[in-house]
Nanobody, 121 residues
Framework: QVQLVESGGGLVQAGGSLRLACAASGLTFSSYAMGWFRQAPGKEREFVAAINWSGGRTYFADSVKGRFTISRDNAKNTVYLQMDSLKPEDTAVYYC??????????????WGQGTQVTVSS
């Protein structure tokens, strides 16, 4: 079955950086778009970034545009989220997802378990 395993979360000070990774198995990785979503306590899960199968197209939420970068390595079945200039409001559980290229949860059918990112002020 499809497995998506996130890593790289942690505690960082505001202004710092983190790089999340999501290792995929059980699917033909290069055939799927990949996305990152996040969910803060008491809030709904929200879109962060997405990348198409080749890496040639990307989407970002307005709140992270210019600070976050999404990339993928199809040879390693891994997608990355580079997060720079982190803010306390970026604190959330970050989820990796596989599916069709888009900006909504409905585009993605497979999900990871999430990794916690905490940004201190």
């Amino acid at each position: 079955q499809v497995q998506l395993v996130e890593s790289g979360g942690g505690l960082v000070q505001a202004g710092g950086s983190l790089r999340l990774a999501c290792a995929a198995s059980g699917l033909t990785f290069s055939s799927y778009a990949m996305g990152w979503f996040r969910q803060a306590p008491g809030k709904e899960r929200e879109f962060v970034a997405a990348i198409n199968w080749s890496g040639g197209r990307t989407y970002f939420a307005d709140s992270v545009k210019g600070r976050f970068t999404i990339s993928r390595d199809n040879a390693k079945n891994t997608v990355y989220l580079q997060m720079d200039s982190l803010k306390p409001e970026d604190t959330a559980v970050y989820y990796c997802a596989a599916g069709a290229f888009g900006r909504t949860m409905a585009n993605f059918g497979s999900w990871g378990q999430g990794t916690q990112v905490t940004v201190s002020s």
